[in-house]
């Protein structure tokens, strides 16, 4: 059944992102501790999880969206921070491999979509 209005082709596995921030900042004194906690817990207020230390991701439902949270990433860089942004596709994030030895991490949770009409 068709709906009128609705682009079927918008919420697929090639037009959803994910954002990947990677970040070296400095932490040698108590200042420049301060400075990476506080764009880590912006990182958080953006919605992104943390992948491993210095790598956080984020779902994003349309390129729009990750235009967006870059502005919002580039604000928040601080001072001597060295910041890269990088952005995948859904189909591209599902082709990770994670491996680990020893204790396991908790498996990453995939957001639900949310849609309004």
């Not at 943390?50 to 991701?57: E, I």
């Not at 001072?79 to 491999?97: E, H």
Request: glycine share 6%.
């Amino acid at each position: 059944m068709r709906v009128p209005g609705v682009n079927r082709g918008r919420f697929n596995a090639y037009r959803v992102m994910w954002v990947y921030v990677f970040f070296d900042l400095p932490v040698q004194t108590k200042a420049d501790r301060k400075r990476y906690s506080d764009f880590r817990k912006s990182l958080l207020k953006f919605g992104f999880t943390m992948v491993q230390f210095s790598v956080y991701h984020r779902y994003c439902a349309s390129f729009e969206q990750v235009e967006v949270i870059k502005k919002r990433v580039k604000q928040a860089v601080p001072v001597d921070g060295l910041v890269s942004v990088m952005v995948i596709t859904d189909k591209q994030f599902g082709n990770i491999a994670h491996f680990c030895k020893g204790k396991p991490g908790k498996k990453q949770e995939i957001p639900g979509q949310l849609m309004f009409f």
